[in-house]
């Protein structure tokens, strides 16, 4: 196998790291959100970290675009 068959092979395994990557990334965004909802139940002051509220507006508007909805 040549160089350039090599460099493309690994690009391709790394563009799936990085698919598996986002992924894991967005169960972990929804786990920390539900963690948040169970702990405001206990801790009404609890305030969700900006990251994470920032994370729920944009999946909010990605949904909206999804089904044809203007994005506020």
């Known amino acids: 196998?040549?160089?350039?068959?090599?460099?493309?092979?690994?690009?391709?395994e790394l563009i799936g790291d990085m698919e598996?990557?986002?992924?894991?990334?967005?169960?972990i965004k929804k786990q920390v959100a539900?963690?948040?909802?169970?702990?405001?139940?206990?801790?009404?002051?609890?305030q969700a970290s900006s990251l994470v509220k920032a994370n729920q507006k944009l999946a909010r508007r990605r949904g909206q675009?999804?089904?044809?909805?203007p994005a506020r």
């Open 1 to 12: 196998m040549g160089i350039a068959e090599e460099l493309i092979r690994k690009r391709t």
């Open 34 to 46: 539900a963690m948040d909802q169970v702990i405001a139940i206990y801790d009404p002051a609890h």
């Open 20 to 27: 598996q990557l986002a992924l894991r990334i967005e169960t």
């Open 65 to 69: 675009r999804l089904l044809g909805k």
